[in-house]
DNA sequence: AACTGTGAAGCCATTCACAGCT
DNA sequence: AGCTGTGAATGGCTTCACAGTT
């Protein structure tokens, strides 16, 4: 274990120069210390935390050596440190407020959906242009006409966006939510977005999963032959 | 162009050793080609196909190229006919059933969303094992208890499920739908499921996504740096 | 003994560059 | 000229294997 640091910067995080596979992985590893810890478990080696997710154990290693030495020797990873450290990373360590965008059937459901809150996020505003949708109410929360979105962003409240319109309309308003200065989208329109560069965009087209898993579904196509025994098998 | 084939079986389609990234990005294709056949478009080049998805035209070319030869030198691919052989690679130029399993917010908005119909897929059944829930109705679906599932699924009606119960149960439920000798689960319960090699799954955990935003949203982490100029930028 | 952190090797994916077709 | 299909080159990610720590 070299204990000079070279391949990073001194005294600070590495900054930069992830891959956004080893985020995503990242996120997974939060996920299951967070299950450990509510069992009670205050550490876990690389392997063990591997086997939950099917990596190895050097995967595990290596994409948390990216963000320092977290590990001990002889111990493993201490349950608590890591999940405070990797939320630290994704900044999730501070409550982030989100909005979410277009309140169809998708969009008034991921206002409701309860797992946003235990993750460091709270929806806390819906907008929609529909003039029969302004003023609806969900739960607590009013939806409001597209034009009050800029205002409520400025006054810091939102870092984050939910884009749930229809197609025909995601890249317009997306370069709306671009003019308010969010950070970032979740992008739920099947559309490829063409925005700024200072804006961060997540893809995510449920129809899109479907077709990827009717295609895997299919017998000739995956990989799955390997294994046909009856060993259990994680999900990629 | 080649014409003898070597590296394929001689008279079918390439079996078995796609990545996965690659079938993401033929998803993508498929997408955009049916925006292109809306259009009116007959005929798009790679160069095109790639600009409009963030790609560059060699990628696009050599995705394609696994399963055949489906260019015109000098013309670029017929979209109507691209479009069709993508469709039956995924197995969705034939409508598969769907069923959503577990009906709280999410699948409920799930059970209701318009999306998976235009890509060949069509939710025809509910269940759930919430006394409260069963015989509720949405649309023209009514929710039916989970001792049903076998049944319809064993009927030939349903090849796929959308799974969207809470993460305590998921993979007691989700072993429930590998009995019912399911084809592939679309996971929307934030855990990693452990199931027999021969069904697929497909995680689609909303919390994870929105983490990773909150991760490139922050500016120190982003590769954004570059082309921060003011040329716009197409999603990952 | 158990386990991490990490060079080095191996493997996979992307891009390059160009022959060949239209 | 414009474009595809594809070997070859490059670049990136994963696994191996082991020195070093507890």
Same mark, same amino acid.
């Given at each position: 274990?070299?204990?000079?640091?070279?391949? /990073? @910067?001194?005294?600070?995080?590495?900054?930069?120069?992830?891959?956004?596979?080893? %985020?995503?992985?990242?996120?997974?590893?939060?996920? #299951?210390? +967070?299950?450990?810890?509510?069992?009670? /478990?205050?550490?876990?080696?690389?392997? !063990? &935390?591997?086997?939950?997710?099917? $990596?190895?154990?050097? !995967?595990?290693?290596?994409?948390?050596?990216?963000?320092?030495?977290?590990?001990?020797?002889? %111990?493993?990873? /201490?349950?608590?440190?890591?999940?405070?450290?990797?939320?630290?990373?994704?900044?999730?360590?501070?409550?982030?407020?989100?909005?979410?965008?277009?309140?169809?059937? $998708?969009?008034?459901?991921? $206002?409701?959906?309860?797992?946003?809150?235990?993750?460091?996020?709270? %929806?806390?505003?819906?907008?929609?242009?529909? @003039?029969?949708?302004?003023?609806?109410?969900?739960?607590?929360?009013?939806?409001?006409?597209?034009?009050?979105? =800029?205002?409520?962003? /400025?006054?810091? #409240?939102?870092?984050?966006?939910?884009? =749930?319109? @229809?197609?025909? %309309?995601?890249?317009?308003?997306? +370069?709306?939510?671009? #003019?308010?200065?969010?950070?970032?989208?979740?992008?739920?329109?099947?559309?490829?977005?063409?925005?700024? @560069?200072?804006?961060?965009?997540?893809?995510?087209?449920?129809?899109?999963? &479907?077709? !990827?898993?009717?295609? $895997?579904?299919?017998?000739?196509?995956?990989?799955?032959?390997?294994?046909?025994?009856?060993?259990?098998?994680? !999900?990629?």
């Amino acid at each position: 274990m070299k204990a000079d640091g070279s391949h /990073r @910067p001194p005294g600070g995080e590495r900054r930069g120069g992830v891959s956004p596979i080893t %985020v995503k992985r990242l996120s997974l590893y939060l996920r #299951q210390l +967070e299950e450990l810890a509510e069992d009670g /478990r205050s550490t876990v080696s690389s392997r !063990q &935390l591997g086997k939950a997710l099917g $990596l190895t154990d050097a !995967q595990v290693r290596k994409d948390l050596a990216y963000f320092g030495q977290f590990g001990r020797p002889g %111990v493993g990873y /201490r349950v608590a440190e890591l999940a405070h450290h990797l939320r630290s990373i994704f900044g999730t360590d501070t409550t982030s407020n989100v909005a979410v965008v277009g309140v169809g059937s $998708l969009g008034s459901a991921l $206002l409701r959906y309860r797992g946003w809150m235990t993750k460091g996020f709270r %929806v806390v505003a819906a907008f929609d242009s529909a @003039p029969s949708k302004i003023g609806r109410k969900f739960g607590n929360i009013t939806v409001q006409p597209m034009s009050k979105l =800029a205002g409520v962003v /400025r006054a810091g #409240q939102i870092r984050l966006a939910i884009l =749930a319109v @229809p197609a025909a %309309v995601a890249q317009k308003v997306a +370069e709306e939510i671009c #003019q308010a200065r969010i950070e970032g989208i979740l992008n739920f329109a099947p559309i490829t977005l063409s925005l700024p @560069p200072e804006v961060a965009v997540i893809p995510v087209d449920l129809a899109v999963q &479907l077709e !990827q898993l009717s295609y $895997l579904a299919n017998p000739s196509n995956s990989k799955r032959k390997r294994n046909s025994g009856s060993r259990r098998r994680r !999900q990629s």
